[in-house]
């Protein structure tokens, strides 16, 4: 692991410089020895990270949906040149040029990350060592190593002897309780975040070999994780368990708000959106009117979900527009008119004066 990290320390420095404007900021709060002031700097770190990884991560949601609107086609492929595997693999990279789909994007705000991590954890691996890295300073250094998060040094691991965690000032008791509640803690949120994809946020109508490699994927992650993270310090799982969990809020969020067509979590927002327009006879928000637009313009190409809210309106007496507002439908308003027409067509008995209620009406002569 050593040699991997090694590969990135070019990034040490400015990882290693980051941390410390952090550290200095939380060590006028918590104390510049505080383990509070060092997992909060990490914290930061994950933070800062992720925040400039949004583009990537805006990139990845749209290869994803891309990969799963192409898994009919390229079983067709498959399965017309199942003897053929350069044929086949000519035909997948056609495709692929054709939708403009790379299935590497999908990985790219992992593969963005990789570089930070294995230069955090080379960082706290020299902390442990006591050795100077970056801009970190013997003081820093010497700070960093005492400091506890719940009593396990940041530079600790699970499976450190009881001898180097003593060296740390710490019982390998306290070591071992902490990193394994934080390695549960980094598996769950893993597999939570992997099971709400899955069963909210994937396009039910298409049942693919894709499906089945992302449920084989949503048990393998968290265990790779609960077998690795017996050898990360405490501040390398701090800064995987903050990053799982910004992972699964900015999941959740892309769920709520921009789901997958054709989704369970699709069928859910278009039931809240067609409650917003009803209650307020408009679509408001640029978000939602982009939906709105969207469904429109697919059609007859609408899948069960955008059908059954396009019918819904219908009933409401609306519909949806190109632009993606939400009007009155023509049928209604026919209806509105025909019916304040009809009203006004109906003559009311013309009002009589005093003296012709007194006089006797003619009998009509017989004939």
């Not at 593969?111 to 060592?129: E, G, K, M, T």
């Not at 005492?146 to 070591?175: N, R, Y």
């Not at 939400?326 to 013309?350: F, L, M, N």
Request: glycine share 6%; charged share 20%; proline share 5%.
């Amino acid at each position: 692991m050593d040699t991997i990290a090694g590969l990135f320390s070019f990034i040490t420095t400015p990882v290693s410089w980051i941390i410390v404007q952090f550290h200095s900021l939380y060590g006028a709060v918590f104390g510049p020895d505080s383990g509070w002031a060092w997992g909060l700097s990490i914290v930061s770190l994950v933070v800062l990270i992720r925040i400039c990884l949004i583009p990537l991560f805006v990139k990845q949601i749209k290869a994803t949906r891309g990969m799963q609107a192409l898994q009919p086609k390229m079983k067709a492929i498959q399965e017309r040149y199942k003897n053929d595997k350069q044929r086949q693999s000519e035909e997948m990279m056609k495709l692929y040029k054709e939708t403009g789909t790379n299935p590497l994007s999908s990985c790219l705000p992992i593969l963005a990350q990789s570089p930070f991590f294995f230069a955090l954890y080379h960082v706290l691996a020299n902390i442990a060592d006591g050795k100077t890295i970056g801009v970190l300073n013997q003081q820093l250094v010497d700070s960093a190593r005492e400091a506890k998060i719940f009593g396990a040094p940041i530079a600790a691991k699970f499976m450190d002897s009881s001898e180097k965690v003593a060296a740390l000032g710490a019982s390998l008791t306290d070591v071992r309780v902490v990193t394994a509640v934080m390695i549960v803690m980094m598996s769950l949120s893993q597999f939570y975040t992997q099971r709400q994809l899955m069963q909210k946020n994937v396009d039910l109508s298409v049942k693919t070999p894709f499906m089945q490699q992302q449920k084989m994927l949503m048990y393998i992650f968290p265990v790779i994780f609960a077998v690795m993270g017996i050898n990360f310090p405490v501040g390398v799982l701090v800064y995987w368990l903050t990053t799982n969990v910004w992972t699964m809020g900015q999941q959740m969020y892309v769920i709520n708000q921009n789901p997958t067509p054709g989704s369970k979590a699709q069928d859910q927002y278009l039931t809240r959106l067609l409650k917003h327009a009803t209650s307020h006879g408009e679509v408001k928000g640029r978000g939602k009117k982009k939906i709105v637009a969207a469904i429109v313009a697919k059609g007859p190409d609408r899948n069960d979900n955008e059908r059954k809210f396009i019918t819904a309106l219908s009933k409401q007496g609306l519909a949806a527009q190109a632009d993606g507002s939400v009007i009155k439908s023509v049928e209604s308003t026919a209806d509105s008119d025909a019916a304040s027409g009809g009203a006004g067509k109906r003559q009311q008995p013309k009002r009589q004066t005093k003296s012709q209620r007194q006089t006797p009406s003619k009998p009509s002569p017989k004939k």
